[in-house]
């Protein structure tokens, strides 16, 4: 069955009504909840029901604090401490490294779409090759943080949630058991890091948002706090007076370094919270406003995290498939909209923009529209040779221009790699049909 939006609730008004499923509740809570819901839980995750009657009352306590109060006070403050953030970051990180494509990769002779699958295939397994060997025994994906407008100043390592979240989504599209392996361990790495009742934080030094919780949301929806929709009501509380979701989650006891230039509504945070709760009355207002901006071709500037249109495609299209049928009208404009960014090659940019724009259009179905077997010739020559993609600009603030802080990005080889290998993924399952 379909999980509704307050899964809690309805399950609860349902067990009231139905003795025999409040039955099993009490007496194997996991497994009824699998199988009312389809799902299979996380592991590793305990639930028990209590059932009150009107001689007794049960009072749930919430999961203490995952910091402590000297913790959170350190954090609120954090922004202007050098010494919190080499704590919270993994400091420093090597230069940028040369990229050295192999070439042909294997190429040699691959002249028919099936010999072009098979050298995808491999390409494929070259790439998990290398994301083994570069996510970390916790699960946690890495990124670099660095300044776009002046590469002298250091570059630091990072590991937040949101990193993760945003890899696995897109590697968990290839069916490669070792690719699967690599997403569950992310997994874990989410559950590790999530903060009651389901939200995350890119910083220990900026409050919750939005974006961080609806891709780890997103990624782990088999975690009960998601299943169920315990973050449900407060993410619903976090739209404007026009139903656009906002990024930041603001309260009185959180870091408050994020009001000065807060992003209202952001497109890819609106998309991410679409895709997370799908097509219901409380997010029609956000998707009235993307398919306008869409339709319109008005995304310049709409986005502070994603100046790219290409992501903010991606991001929106990954919310089309999750919730149709209600956005299928949008497959065709995005389609057009991602084939107009091509320059006079046929070319997407550098080959992160590539993978993503692929992907959009795989969504899309207007694959059909691009010479496949080249976009396919150009993702595996792009590959080094242990199996690496170079890295580039995924994200980041590109609107800040003061003094030492200038302009953030994020990206590294395993992010650009993760969007290689769905693309390829991609392209394998068309070429060979």
Known sequence: MTKPLDALDSLLSRAGDDDDLRERLVARPKETIEEEFGVSLAEGH??????????????????RNRYTKE?????????????????TMYDPAPPLRPHAPDGENGLAGADTGAALAAAGKESIRRGLDFLESAIDENG????????????????HFERPAFITAYCVLALERCGDARAKAICASGRTYLADT???????????????????????????????WILLGRNVPR???????????????????????VSRFRIEADPVVNANVIALLGDRPETRDAQRWLETMVSEGDLEGSSKWYPDAVAIYYA???????????LDR???????????????????????????ALSVLHDT???????????????????????SWPELLAFGDQSLKWGAVGQIGHGSEAVTSAFCIEALERLVTSLRT
């Not at 001689?55 to 749930?60: C, E, G, I, Q």
């Not at 913790?71 to 401490?81: D, K, L």
């Not at 946690?140 to 570059?155: E, G, K, L, M, Y």
């Not at 389609?335 to 080959?351: C, E, K, Q, T, Y």
């Open 330 to 356: 949008l497959g065709p404009v995005l389609a057009d909209r991602v084939l107009g960014l091509r320059d006079g090659s046929g070319d997407f940019g550098n080959i992160l923009r590539t993978a993503q």
């Open 235 to 257: 993410i619903l509380a976090n739209r404007d007076a026009e139903g656009r979701f906002m990024t930041w989650m603001l309260t009185e006891d959180e870091p408050d370094v």
């Open 71 to 87: 913790e959170r006070e350190e954090a609120r403050t954090g922004a202007s401490s050098i010494a919190f953030l080499r704590k």
């Open 140 to 155: 946690a994906w890495h990124c670099i943080r660095f300044n776009v407008a002046d590469p002298s100043i250091p570059r």
């Open 194 to 224: 999530v903060e009651y009742p389901g939200f995350w934080r890119y910083y220990r030094h900026l409050p919750q948002d939005l974006d961080s919780t609806t891709l780890a949301s997103l990624a782990h929806g088999t975690h009960p």
């Open 316 to 326: 929106i299209a990954r919310a089309m498939i999750r919730v149709r049928p209600a």
């Open 365 to 387: 179905g207007g694959l059909e529209s691009i010479d496949m077997k080249r976009q396919m010739e150009r993702l595996i020559t792009s590959q080094c040779e242990e199996g």
């Open 46 to 63: 305990a639930i028990h029901v209590h059932e009150e009657s009107y001689t007794a009352t049960h009072l749930v306590l919430p999961p």
